[in-house]
T-cell receptor, first 119, second 110 residues
Framework: NAGVMQNPRHLVRRRGQEARLRCSPM?????VYWYRQLPEEGLKFMVY????????ESGMPKERFSAEFPKEGPSILRIQQVVRGDSAAYFC?????????????????FGAGSRLTVL | LAKTTQPISMDSYEGQEVNITCSHN???????ITWYQQFPSQGPRFIIQ???TKVTNEVASLFIPADRKSSTLSLPRVSLSDTAVYYC???????????FGSGTRLQVQP
């Protein structure tokens, strides 16, 4: 049973280009989360999605960033017109469907991350 | 969401027990406490989760006092490979995604 798969592992873009990061959740997991991590910093929540539905995007920058999790295929984090400040590691995590209150908080399984470098 | 506070860094030696305490004063009734470990250039990895009292697995123990306003991750007999960043998270099933704090950077020396 493969874990959370992210690709590409490394992506280099020039300023103004678009970056697309893909995430395939673990089998049986219906929730996907995206986090961003700058060097030597903690993980910043970006967006939480279920199939065809954005549950919480409070951590997403208002412009240039978007995410989707279609009925078929991986979740995609899209960054348009990248700037140098977008250079970071982007981690995807997945979790199984919630079992209801008091059954434990969602345990996240993380992928290895996609490292974006903007020149 | 409950905010968490952890020490920024800790140092230890191989074979010692390490205790990392996390404060979460405004934890809600339905919130669980979860700890993750992250090595450089890797995604975080789940270590342990608990609600109250004590939880133990093959990797660590988690101690949670009755008021649940703090929790302590205990790593028995650490080795060099335990050098990593440890994150404490507080949250509930089905709510918005868990928010990671700055974590505790543990350095284990020979």
């Amino acid at each position: 049973n493969a874990g959370v798969m992210q690709n590409p592992r490394h992506l280099v873009r020039r300023r103004g280009q678009e970056a697309r990061l893909r995430c395939s959740p673990m089998k049986g997991h219906s929730h996907v989360y995206w986090y961003r991590q700058l060097p030597e910093e903690g993980l910043k929540f970006m967006v939480y999605l279920q199939k065809e539905n954005i549950i919480d995007e409070s951590g997403m920058p208002k412009e240039r960033f978007s995410a989707e999790f279609p009925k078929e295929g991986p979740s995609i984090l899209r960054i348009q017109q990248v700037v140098r400040g977008d250079s970071a590691a982007y981690f995807c995590a997945s979790s199984p469907p919630s079992q209801g209150a008091m059954s434990g908080a969602n345990v996240l399984t993380f992928g290895a991350g996609s490292r974006l470098t903007v020149l | 969401l409950a905010k968490t506070t952890q020490p920024i860094s800790m140092d230890s030696y191989e074979g010692q027990e390490v205790n990392i305490t996390c404060s979460h004063n405004n934890i809600a009734t339905n919130d669980y406490i979860t700890w993750y470990q992250q090595f450089p250039s890797q995604g975080p990895r789940f270590i342990i989760q608990g609600y109250k009292t004590k939880v133990t697995n093959e990797v660590a123990s988690l101690f949670i006092p009755a008021d649940r306003k703090s929790s302590t991750l205990s790593l028995p007999r650490v080795s060099l490979s335990d050098t990593a960043v440890y994150y404490c998270l507080v949250g509930d099933t089905g709510r918005r995604a868990l928010t990671f704090g700055s974590g505790t950077r543990l350095q284990v020396q020979p």
